[in-house]
């Protein structure tokens, strides 16, 4: 199996540089996040061997046992749902979470962070096609939350992440992401205290290289590198 993690992980790195090459973009502008999630740690040392160092999970108990079952130099990414109650749990032991929506998680955070005195490093999660079957904040009021959690001490926002609805024909789904780095365009013009809109995360197995042509800093990536979720 680390033949062929190996094999993936080079094929989708070609591609990046080729859809970083079709929009004139350097390619070093782009990160890979390894998704994980479901997947033994087995598979996560077998990446690693290849050279990918950046995962990403989605349920806390999960991430927290693949942490301490993998050694190396591991970057982890929180990229799921989150719920308030579990936040103690990644304090401090995570280097970006992409699933922030709401005040009262962020609240939350900015709690736990502030017991370590450290800064946690977030992306507000915007519903870009208003789903009910996702979470998110709505297009509409992502700029006040923005603004919102620029005055909790112990939080950055470093951008948006996006999960658009999905659809077989990629230049359907180009809008929404197109739609994701507009709106941080204009939330980054508020020039808003600890906000930086310099990271688009956004893009997935079928559908990344058109996000990176509509901005994407970094694309979430699990089957095309791990094989289809049991």
Not at 32 to 52: F, R, T, W, Y
Not at 97 to 121: F, P, T
Not at 160 to 183: G, K, T
Request: hydrophobic letters at 45%.
């Amino acid at each position: 199996m680390s033949v062929e993690i190996a094999h993936n992980l080079e094929t989708i790195h070609q591609r990046i540089t080729a859809a970083c090459q079709r929009c004139g973009r350097d390619p070093r502008d782009v990160q890979l996040i390894a998704v994980s999630k479901k997947k033994p740690a087995s598979l996560i040392e077998d990446a690693l061997n290849a050279g990918q160092t950046l995962f990403g999970e989605s349920y806390v108990q999960e991430f927290i046992d693949k942490q301490q079952a993998v050694a190396g130099p591991v970057r982890w990414h929180f990229i799921g749902a989150l719920q308030s109650n579990k936040v103690k749990y990644l304090t401090a032991k995570t280097e970006l979470i992409h699933s922030v929506d709401r005040l009262s998680l962020a609240k939350e955070i900015n709690k736990q962070w502030g017991k370590a005195n450290a800064v946690a490093r977030i992306l507000v999660q915007v519903n870009v096609g208003d789903e009910a079957s996702k979470a998110g904040v709505p297009v509409d009021e992502a700029a006040t939350l923005v603004q919102q959690l620029s005055e909790l001490p112990h939080l950055r926002v470093e951008g948006l992440m996006a999960l658009p609805p999905y659809a077989d024909d990629l230049e359907q789904v180009r809008p929404w992401f197109r739609l994701l780095r507009e709106l941080a365009e204009r939330i980054d013009a508020l020039k808003l205290a600890n906000v930086s809109m310099t990271t688009l995360s956004m893009g997935m197995s079928h559908d990344f290289e058109i996000a990176i042509e509509e901005g994407a800093t970094l694309i979430r990536v699990g089957t095309a590198i791990f094989g289809a979720r049991e």
